[in-house]
């Protein structure tokens, strides 16, 4: 592997042994994403927001997006994410592609520059995974040439949808329709007119005892009479056009039988493969963006303009040890994130559920901290439109409610761990089975032993 | 004192001590202040909301709030925050109106209803005790009558602010007027047109060899040529409309010599008074803005549509310590800045100044934390539009950097304190010399004692 | 209130509105503590631990404490946190004692030295509300005269003891005496030859259909045949002698029937009176000890001798940062306590008792953290025996638990808490209603009102 | 690499890039430690401590001590973390002896009987890079034999020590000897007389302009006339029996100037070699100690003599999720110091230097982080000794601030973090750059860009 390549800024934060592994193919992608990062998107990031900006085109796929869009698929940079069994892939194993998502994070846009942004991702393979081919040509296609754009549909506002075995948007079966009512939550707007369907997920059939096997998953193409968008969610009062998060009511919506996915009753196994690759695409683009908040603190620590009691911010001991403590945090996330992609490249995506679990729970918490200690540093003009920091922590924020609060994931895992707690007892017994027996070899008085009398 | 009048609800929170101290008129006030905001501003906080949110009159103080501010006036609840040397004044001490301005935080505009919000609080005083009887007249009278609006305009861009000694906003004088030139940030909208005039501080005599004395506050009114607003400022994306967070462009900007307030070079002085009283109000406004937090936390708790694996939120033993850890650290906060009111009280504003810096830095703190955890009980709502949680938060967030960011308040703390190590030195001197008579005499051997080793 | 006394610096930390409420004689008690703990105690200390560390007399209680306990009781300092209805009592408020009980927290024997050390001060309030005057003259009198010392025995190793009803060591009556056979944790230890009795909790009518009813509380002579003290039980490796911390096997330990206290069965009636003072002062005895950490930390910040990178510990912002945090925590945590005191002087221990588990929740928290932080600015050294630092840490760890742990204390708040939460959604509900009478009359669309929607 | 042996339980914890990296050697030698810890050492802890415990014998090495090193011996187990070049070597890693190193942490003396324990293996080192063969041969090689021990000698009582500039002990030539004199924090007791020498840094050439260049290091056998030992140092009341921490007094002690290592003025060549990898063995032997503190904690989770409110503490949520958290801690943490290996197996110590410091500064906060809270779910006991946690706890609180505290080595990252400002200065400076001429080809407004406003 030549030095050259990997001297590229690029390469700076990656540890050695994620370096080792790069394929030639990666370290060319990572490279071209870098410098398309660099050249072609931050610098436009405020003409981005000023086209964003106009009331009259607020809801639309700004003119920039399209162009950059045709730039980054000329230059090769389209659907980096696809798995090797796509034909469309690049072929990046998830740990080359989280190199590639830290990169994007730098813009919280470039993503879907690239078409590697969310929720698409996620349904992308979904739609590969469970379509028919029929399905596939008709949906699936468009994603992956770009030419058309998806939401995924499951949160309702009546229900605790952490646990999805609680969703209630009915969904009917009358003779070849499927008719759905219900009110959803989230979801790419419909006011957007490059959203062409929903992947819904509703209550097929409430009454089979399987609670797992009670639920469907179809497709809803826009179009279809009788959703109406009541309005657009707002996160931390960020509007996120223009695709939003759209809150929905459904009133005997009907689609297709066709439409459906997989089968009745099947939601539950197409929802089950869906999350970990993009939780570890969100968490890079986290790192990425914890980055760019980094880099905008150093300059702030030396701007010759900003010198409270005649010293630059970066000369006080207190900022010097902040920024330290930003750096070990950043790098030490970025192990995390990097680990979980490695062991879903090994293992797959089950054996890696708890490293996602733990990139989820850790990597939203780091970054949300680490961002607001950046705004911190920028005083009052860091809370404002001056720099994007207030953007990066809202979306950090988001992240780490998103897909569930922290404690509904800090409650799976501890499950799990607590059932690993009787081969600890067991162990711990045979310590003091051994123990006993040594004592009484040596005519050593027994004492109590982790906590256990000698009584017991 | 009746306890049936302290039964009220007003004073469910309000500890002991305080309650002992609140005379017959403070506790009428309280009782109608929070009669007030229960019955007449929690519950149209919606309408207020969608009033403001139509575009045509964002920059427009609304109809319901001009209604709420004549029943509000009718009711005797204006400018309860006044000192008692205003004739207006209704004659609450400090404690007594933290009281009213925990209550007025439940809903941020409520201050607004009652005359007593941030910046026209600070502005009336300043006016009223560094203005002559001809500027009082002009200036302050309409703010007391809450017929005009004011701003303060200190911040700037391109120096560190939080060092006042830094700004350099250029103010000239050329014959019988004051040239300004600069740029400012923060302060009012003058796109809302009952903003009629800015208090701003700027550079006079930038050779003057004390720094303290080269700053000058000129009252600019609104109308004068020259003042371009660049843009609002939005605060973590919220445009704070109606009155917002301005950027300007002062070029030229001419007001006559009489605007100047106590004269040339004193701007210092001036600034010195202004701080103290209003962050107290800041503070007490943000525990009021918990305890809402914390009600709608308490709700969700209980809501039997919210049922994770079959339990209501507040069934899970973490929730339960949570929402235990929030009421125990509201409470606490409560009772650093009701300190802090009391010590004004009793010793005056200056001697205050540390009680003040404690609740500037721990509340907004506490408040930021609080809120967040709220939000996150409510899980992906708890970010969006359908609670007020995630603008609560942002106030909190933004008080946390107003006036300076914590670690400046901090440092000036920390300086203060240090200031008395060397009589805390000299007292461990003292303990080191009895220690050494005592040994001697007891024909012990000589230890280290606290660090100093018996060679020293 | 002549000022001169207020200006002792026993009162430097004393809030305002503590301050004012102090009767001539707590100003006098106050000040005479003060000067006690500053000139008798604190010199001292490495003598005390000189004569504590020799092995021949490490469980005698030692001669330089007998001196000191003359002198504080010649003094008029004996007793202090006697509650007035006490012949002996000084008459201080719990509000008025907790300044002393700071003070003496300074010094961690120093409390000894005036009688008012736990677990003493909890059992002989108890042995007061309870006892027959028989028991009375018996048990409590030498107590109040300082010439024997008890212990107070609860806790056991095979249950949660956090919850007593599980307490299981057996009382069984025969005859006319009461027969005892456990295991039992803590309690002063018996090598002490000033230990006289243990007061003991334990199973009398383990088949009662009320639980709270099976448990009776028994005075046993340490003299008593059958009880073996197993061993003293380190805290954090420290043994605290002379007292320590005995683990004890009771065998068929026979005591006579009058030794009961109040009667069979009744043991949490009388538990209940003893927690609320006892946990008070050693919140308040706590923060007396992040004082004395506090003062060590601001003198290594000024010491010459420690230099890193050429300037002292104390010119670091960071240190400078660290410092001003300290100040702000321990002042804040006063207040929490202080106002639990005055609490309990207003209206009760019972009502006191939210207030209680506040400052037994909050204080040692915020103390392990303060100490924590000062022996880091200590360098290595902070954490030898050349400071008292690591001693106060431990103590502080000990108070975290001791009583039950944070988590048992903050459910028990939550759970009171949540019994609120009706009475919320009762007010919430009220609100929307009126929301949804004036958007009617308003012809206003109806939103999501705190997060639920138009819908329900 | 066949499964069957990395299915063995020392390799549950490891990742799986680093799985894939471990030579057969390794993976031996990993599983032989493993299975020695787990059946020879952690069922003997209680003896070990009992034979340490016996006033008599408390500063020598225990027979059981001994016996292990025996074992370990025979059992190819010596030595493991000797670098490749040393003929002793077994040929491991950092990164495969960084697995081994973690294993050995679950029981604090574990690596004494595998001669892998600090100081020896950093002094070792030290010897083997800078002494004469001579030297080697009378220093070293009983060393590696394990027949010999030796200290490391550096802290000073009246200097920063985190600033090794400032060392003050004297080292002065004359004639053919050094003669020294000084007082010294921490080194193994000369009490133990198994401690043969002491590794010294002193300083021999005030006056050197070079301050760099000032200090030497020489060898003092604990034979010499002239040491004395004050006393032992306690950690938070450990003395941690039978190595202990020595103060000492060296008044005119001579060592013969062969004894100088590498020559006069060389100490800091010296000194910066040696710290590196001791600081991953620190690290990872934390990271096993988290491990058993959180197997304990597990084990407590689901004693069914445990019950508070009738269900077992692993039952309650918060509990729940305080085991994740806890695991998800310690498997960041583990990734972090393992990184650090790897990239030291790399890119060597120097280049390493920062992955270090992140190890060393994150690592031992998260371990008293969770060893504190496993403490906290054993309730009173877990601060007693019927636990090994407070000592556990203690290891980790000294490691934070063993080779200087915390913030000294954050400042240090800090610095150099800073020292890269400038280039993302410029790179924004790019941006902006390309931004301004785009927005003109583009006709679009200017704004401010991160912070920079238009007019600059």
Redo the contacts between chains.
Sequence with gaps: MPTSTLSHPAFTRI???VQ??LTPIAISKITAVYDFV??EC??????M??QISS?SSRWTTQPLMHELREKAKAAGLFNLFLPKHFKESPGLTNLEYACCAEIMGRVYWAQQTMNCHAPETGNIELLAKYCTPAQKKKWLQPLLDGTASSAYSM?E???????AT?IGCRITREGDEYVING?K??GNCIWNSENKFYILMGLSDPENPNKWNRHSTVIVPTSTPGITQV?N??????DHAPEG?G?YVYKDVRVPVENIILGEGRAFEIAQGRLGPGRIHHCMRLIGQCERAY??A??????T?????GKS??S??????????M???I??AR??VL?AA??MD??GNKAGRYAIA?SK??IPNMATRVIDEC??????????????L??M??YA??V???D????????????D??K???K??E??K??????LK??KE?G????????V?P??
Tied chains: 1, 2, 3, 4.
């Design positions: 540890p050695p042994w080792s592994k660099e050249n931050i610098p436009l990031e405020p003409i927001k000023s009331p949160t506002p009546d229900v605790a949808s952490s646990d609680q009110r939550l989230y309005r969610l707002t996160i931390m009062g960020y998060h809150e880099e905008l150093l300059i702030r620590c030396i701007d303009r900003k010198t409270p009691r911010i970066g006080f001991d207190s900022n010097i040890e902040r920024i330290a403590q750096r070990l945090e790098d030490q192990l995390v680990n490695d062991t090994k293992h733990q729970i850790l705004m911190q540093l920028y005083g009052g003009q860091g809370l404002t439109q001056h720099t994007p207030p953007e922590w809202t924020r988001f780490r409610i998103a569930g609060p922290d404690s509904a994931h800090r409650h799976q895992v501890g499950r761990e607590l690993t707690a009787e600890f007892l162990r711990n045979e310590y003091r089975r051994k123990y040594a004592a040596m050593v008085e027994v004492e109590t032993f982790h906590g009398t009584d017991v």
